[in-house]
């Protein structure tokens, strides 16, 4: 992690499982879409986080699921 601002998801994954809590990477937003929506039941609320290009992102991919 260089000193950027962004951290890696496999670097991100490991400090949250480092710090107890569960965590996967994925390769892109897609992928971790469909996870979440596979793991989630009907009541459960997905929640995407971070700027407002991976918010709109997340938005035109779950739209698109929703067709």
Known sequence: YA???ALPGDGLAKACRDSGLEAEAFVDLSSALTAAAAA????????????????GEARGILKVGRS
């Open 3 to 5: 000193g950027g601002r």
């Open 40 to 55: 989630a039941s009907d009541e459960d609320l997905l929640l995407v986080t971070g700027s407002l290009f991976t918010v």
